[in-house]
């Protein structure tokens, strides 16, 4: 069980295009959805947080008009990377909470390359 | 502010070398305490969670112990599969924090065959 996909897994655009990365949870209704950045050999840094309905919150630092987050329901998640630059390459891993749990559970994780 | 940090950076075992890794953190009441694996290009993989002091959890060659100032991830004869980062996160009592958690920096684990 707890279940979470991403998709796609690896994606490669050019600059200036904007992409949209999807999270599913596949065997559970996800109140909450999280999207985070890791960079190589790096621990994970939080981007936003989504509740199913509601506008995303994002962390201090994070472009809310950069990085749109829409959590339209309780088992997807979406971020969209608007008109994408190199320095937006990275490793993009969403994660989801279940009603009253604490845990969170994580996608496999999109690479990103924005040439 | 929230806390974590994870030592050693990186750990070479051989296999069957027992070790243990530390997870210190300060937090301003801790809901829960996290252990996740993670393996190169994919999502954190769950393992564990603690939420008070004294608590002990094991699943096959870990297991993982908590303090109020310290969480241990033990590796007893470790594998060669047993090779990941593990990571340490933790999740405060107050509302204000959401349900984020702060993850430290990880530790590499390399077990030798």
């Known amino acids: 069980g707890a279940v979470v996909s991403q998709h796609p897994s690896r994606v490669i655009c050019k600059s200036g295009t904007s992409v949209k990365i999807e999270c599913r949870s596949l065997d559970f209704q996800a109140t909450t959805m999280f999207w985070y950045r890791q960079f190589p050999k790096q621990s994970l840094m939080l981007m936003a947080t989504?509740?199913?309905?509601?506008?995303?919150?994002?962390e201090q630092g994070v472009e809310k008009d950069k990085f749109l987050i829409n959590h339209a329901s309780l088992t997807l998640s979406t971020l969209t990377v608007t008109s994408a630059h190199p320095e937006d390459s990275s490793f993009y891993i969403c994660?989801?909470?279940?009603?009253?749990?604490?845990?969170?559970?994580f996608g496999p994780g999109t690479r990103l390359t924005v040439t | 502010e929230d806390q974590v940090t994870q030592s050693p950076e990186a750990l070479r075992l051989q296999e069957g070398e027992s070790s243990s890794l530390n997870c210190s953190y300060t937090?301003?009441?801790?809901?829960?305490l996290f252990w996740y694996r993670q393996d190169p290009g994919k999502g954190p993989e769950f393992l564990f969670t603690l939420y008070s002091a004294g608590e002990e959890k094991e699943k096959e060659r870990l297991k993982a112990t908590l303090t109020k100032k310290e969480s241990f991830l033990h590796i007893t004869a470790p594998k060669p599969e047993d090779s990941a980062t593990y990571l340490c996160?933790?999740?405060?009592?107050?509302?204000?924090?959401?349900?984020?958690?702060?993850f430290g920096g990880g530790t590499r684990v390399l077990v030798k065959p």
């Open positions: 994660s989801a909470r279940g009603t009253g749990a604490y845990e969170q559970y």
């Open positions: 989504s509740n199913e309905g509601s506008k995303a919150t994002y």
């Open positions: 937090v301003s009441g801790l809901r829960g």
């Open positions: 996160a933790v999740q405060a009592l107050i509302k204000a924090a959401g349900n984020k958690l702060t």
